[in-house]
């Protein structure tokens, strides 16, 4: 069974830093490539970032480009988010997601709040 389980969520203010962790189980995890993906509260799904097998190749939505770093370790199955100066408007479930493009398993989601 694939399964997806995110971590690192929380509170934090404006402009600090937090790291997001997907760990991933149940298939071959270098054969895939992994987003991260968010939803806003009362908004659509966003694309934040992928990074190909072997992650060499990273990707990223606008807004978070310079402030957001994806990376991956595959002796541990796991990929990570790093977010830094974090905004209000970055406040969202974040999940994690097999695959680049087309999106074939979720994670349930973590939940990162930026408030003052």
């Known amino acids: 069974e694939v399964q997806l389980v995110e971590s690192g969520g929380g509170l934090v203010q404006p402009g600090e830093s937090l790291s997001l962790s997907c760990a991933a189980s149940?298939?071959?995890?270098?054969?895939?490539?992994m987003s991260w993906v968010r939803q806003a509260p009362g908004k659509w799904l966003e694309w934040v970032s992928d990074i190909s097998w072997n992650g060499v190749s990273t990707s990223y939505a606008e807004s978070m480009k310079g402030r957001f770093t994806m990376s991956r370790d595959n002796a541990k199955n796991t990929v990570y988010l790093r977010m830094n100066s974090l905004k209000p408007e970055d406040t969202a479930v974040y999940y994690c997601?097999?695959?680049?493009?087309?999106?074939?398993?979720w994670g349930q989601g973590t939940l990162v709040t930026v408030s003052s």
């Open positions: 997601a097999r695959g680049r493009g087309g999106l074939d398993a």
């Open positions: 149940g298939f071959t995890f270098d054969d895939y490539g």
